[in-house]
């Protein structure tokens, strides 16, 4: 990819770093997942030389699809802190939480990259508006492990797991799922997301979908009324579980399709409006002693925790273009 505008999950991004960084500061709070997201954001920027960076938070949850489904995110477990072993006596807190995420918003301000928050709007909803109706004919990175995005990787769009250190495509997702990227929300409609608390059909898998659905691994979209139609053909010719399954449950799949699809759907006028009003008025405002200034009123040394100067050094390729 060429100087791709890079869109960052900040929560996922965020947490991940939360888990596994137990940095402290001179005033004894935790503060390794706002320090190694900037760290990170750094090594991305380094890896990739984007022309552009937009940090994505999530606004809170989604009103229309918890009318859909009232489960909806709401038994997911919380984070906890320092997973290892070394670090148990660590404490986990919302309060530290929060905090690290408040510092981190105002570390971000002082760098050349744009943040984007809308009140009641997920970070999912606005990458998947950004990179649907903004950058049509520009690469894009998302950066996130969610699987979520990979309904979006198409030509021009791939997808960067910091998991997995690997940039994901079309053919990625193809060859470990089995289903195409134009059908990857098709095949998880009938599967489900334990994660989002949402429900699939019992027995269905990827596995399942593409040896009985050929046709989902291809470019073609297919819809969840199509499988739902060949099932039912299918079941008449010969019995099997997993086919009546889902021609019993039909109302899941088509459930969880309006649950799961990335686009204007679940959010409202309002939201979209909020949201172009948000992109619009982003703006990258680098300031180097502003950073500083921030990290030494949060007691966290700069040579021990964090080398400003080669931070600012990895964003080169975006400072190039906005300064």
Known sequence: MNNPIMLI??????ARNYIVNPSMSKDGNYVGGALGTLRSIGVLAEKFKPSEIIVCWEGGGSARRRKILPE????????RLNRSKIYEDIPDTRENFNYQ???????????????????ECEADDIIGYIARNKYQDKDVLIVSMDQDFHQLINDNVKQYSPSLKKVLDK?????????????????RSFIGDGSDGIDGIKGVGFKTLSKKFP???TDDFVSVQDILIESAELLEKKKQK?????????????R????????ISNLSAEHVKNLEHSFNNAKATPNKFGL????????????KSLNIDRLFLRLKSIQSQEL
């Open 9 to 14: 999950d900040a929560y996922n991004l965020f």
């Open 72 to 79: 909806y995110k709401r038994n997911r477990k919380p984070i």
């Open 256 to 263: 969880n399709w309006k649950l799961m699809y990335l686009d």
């Open 292 to 303: 500083i200034k921030s990290l030494n009123n949060e007691g966290i040394e700069l040579t």
């Open 215 to 217: 046709k989902l691994k």
């Open 171 to 187: 053919e990625y997702v193809r060859d470990k799922f089995g289903v195409s990227t134009e059908n990857f929300v098709t095949a």
């Open 242 to 254: 997993v086919l009546e399954n889902i021609v019993s449950n039909e109302t899941v799949p088509l």
């Open 101 to 119: 995420v408040k510092i981190l918003v105002e570390f971000l301000s002082h760098l050349p990259v744009k943040q984007l928050y809308v009140d």
